[in-house]
């Protein structure tokens, strides 16, 4: 059997040690940003700016209807709830926060691009085992293996990941969806609240998650 390269399976385990910082209200916090993830780890990132003719722009107003927004990019969608509005960055950026008013709850996702050899299933088995090993601990609530098949070719994979519950001991409570899509990206989707908000929070807030669907 072929081994893996343990740098290379390294570096994927500690990209989910990352993800799993908590982060301060409206930033990314103790998340690092993905040009910091690309400096690690070799990655290219492009700027957090709100991308020319994208329509977007930071402290936008709070919507009044659901909106679709989409990542041209890496060629995924989601839908934000009504109530909500973007406080930093682009959907067609590597990086985006949007929260719901002056609640707690936030949405947000950065990528970074990865070697094309990097060993991304690898990862992912680690990952989740690691994810399902702190759910022994008391770090985690749930998790569970989560790909995505290409909504435009359903045969095909666009994306393998983990997704996870934490359980809000450090800090806001998340959904962590983290995946590398066809291109091997690493792309980590996060919706958050403060732990006595997120049961209230928790179904809007997987509803975000669930919406995002790779094309």
């Given at each position: 059997m072929k081994r893996l390269p343990l740098l290379a399976l390294g570096a994927g385990i500690a990209l989910a040690q990352f993800a799993l910082s908590p982060p301060a209200a409206a930033?990314?916090?103790?998340?690092?940003?993905?040009?910091?993830?690309?400096?690690?780890?070799?990655?290219?990132?492009?700027?957090?700016?709100?991308?020319?003719?994208?329509?977007a722009s930071s402290g936008?107003?709070?919507s009044s209807a659901p909106a679709v927004h989409k990542n041209a990019d890496r060629k995924f969608h989601f839908t934000i709830p009504a109530g909500w509005a973007l406080v930093s960055?682009?959907?067609?950026s590597d990086s985006v926060?949007?929260?719901?008013?002056?609640?707690?709850?936030?949405?947000?996702?950065?990528?970074?691009?990865?070697?094309p050899d990097f060993p991304a299933e690898a990862s992912v088995k680690a990952s989740l085992n690691s994810a399902n090993q702190d759910i022994k601990l008391g770090k985690?609530?749930?998790?569970?293996r989560?790909?995505?098949?290409?909504?435009g070719n359903p045969k095909n994979l666009c994306a393998r990941g983990w997704e996870l519950?934490?359980?809000?001991?450090?800090?806001?409570?998340?959904?962590?969806?983290?995946?590398?899509?066809?291109?091997?990206?690493?792309?980590?989707?996060?919706?958050s609240a403060e732990k006595d908000e997120f049961?209230?929070?928790?179904?809007?807030?997987?509803?975000?998650?669930?919406?995002i669907k790779f094309e």
């Open positions: 930033q990314f916090g103790g998340l690092p940003s993905a040009g910091s993830l690309g400096g690690l780890l070799g990655g290219s990132s492009s700027s957090d700016a709100p991308a020319a003719g994208s329509g936008s107003a709070v960055g682009s959907p067609n926060v949007f929260r719901k008013g002056m609640t707690s709850r936030h949405f947000t996702f950065h990528y970074t691009g990865m070697a985690n609530i749930a998790a569970k989560r790909d995505d098949k290409c909504e519950i934490d359980s809000g001991n450090a800090g806001p409570q998340r959904i962590i969806w983290q995946v590398y899509d066809k291109n091997n990206t690493y792309i980590n989707f996060m919706a049961p209230a929070a928790r179904a809007e807030l997987q509803a975000i998650i669930d919406s």
